[in-house]
Every structure is written in C-alpha cells, then in structure tokens.
C-alpha cells in the first residue's frame, strides 16, 4: 500500500496508514459510492427527467416562457402550475412525489402536456382558464386517448369524479 506524504514527520504517516486497515478502507469506499448511487436515484433525477420533457414539451406547443418543474412531498392538487411570484415569465410545476411515482413516463408527458396547456391559456387568454381548454391545448402534442390513464390515476386517490370519455370537459379539479 503507498502513503500519502502528509506535512507532517514520518511517524506520524505510519500511524495514519496502520489505522486505516484494508478491510475499514474497502468499507469507507463502499459507504461512500452506495450513498452515492442512492442520491443519484431520488428526486433529483425524477426532476431531470419530469423538467426534460417540459423543455421538449414547451417548445412544441410554442411556449417561450421559462416553466422549472419543483418535486414536492406534498402538493393537494397532486401536479400544479402558477406563474413565480415577483417573475412574469416563469412558471412553476409542481409535482407531488408520490403521484409522480404512480405514473408511468406516457402518463407523465400527458400531464405536462395538460400542465403546459394552463400556461398556455395564461399566456394567451387568461381569462378562459378551464380543464377543458388546458386538455384541447394538450391533445396538440399527446393523445386524447393518453388523458384517460392519467384520470383513473387521479380517481383512485380521490375518488371517482367523472367519466371523461363521457363528459371530456367534466375532469378530475385534481390537475391544475
């Protein structure tokens, strides 16, 4: 094993070396590079993802205001969008962590696909705000048929509230 020369006299690098054995070093590292693997994992990567197709997302349905996707434990409204305060063309999307776990990725692009369809008609007509409305503007870049997933998600933690293949304006007030 080669020592690091330290500042200090020789014995005192003998004494470093003797006390970190090869079985506490290999433990260290490991320590070190599973935390690592675990951090790489959490929220900040959902984050990555979830703010990637918002950028891909916003430049399809022509948006050139700035939306940051913020992952939080608790969001009543389980995903949301509202303009930054004090910052006219910044918008925030706020995912609650365990619905964001819940979705699958088709399922995620659909919600920031409707999510983009509010900032849209805020930038447009603010005054026209309606799910309906944010769901016309999302069937531009997904799926009709890609809402309805998303629906029976929002049903199953809420309850049931509506039919949309029934009544495609009557959705869940859980997306906003």
């Known amino acids: 094993m080669a020592l690091v020369r330290f500042p200090y006299q020789a014995s005192t690098n003998l004494t470093i070396a003797r006390s970190f054995s090869p079985a506490w070093l290999s433990l260290a590292i490991?320590?070190?590079?599973?935390s690592q693997l675990v951090r790489a994992e959490a929220p900040h990567a959902d984050r990555e993802l979830v703010q990637?197709?918002?950028?891909?997302?916003r430049v399809r349905l022509?948006?050139?205001q700035e939306v940051r996707v913020s992952i939080v434990p608790v969001n009543p409204l389980m995903v949301s969008v509202e303009r930054q305060p004090g910052q006219d063309n910044v918008f925030l999307l706020s995912f609650e962590q365990s619905f964001l776990e819940e979705l699958t990725?088709?399922?995620?692009?659909?919600?920031?696909?409707?999510?983009l369809g509010h900032v849209w008609i805020f930038?447009?007509?603010?005054?026209l705000q309606t799910e309906r409305l944010a769901n016309e503007i999302a069937t531009r870049i997904v799926a009709r048929e890609s809402l309805e997933p998303v629906y029976d998600t929002v049903r199953k933690r809420v309850g049931t509230l509506?039919?949309?293949?029934?009544n495609p304006g009557g959705t869940p007030a859980a997306l906003h």
């Open 162 to 166: 509506g039919d949309l293949a029934r």
């Open 30 to 34: 490991c320590a070190v590079v599973s």
């Open 62 to 64: 022509s948006i050139p």
């Open 52 to 57: 990637q197709m918002v950028d891909n997302s």
């Open 105 to 115: 990725e088709d399922e995620i692009r659909t919600v920031v696909a409707h999510e």
């Open 123 to 127: 930038t447009h007509h603010p005054y």
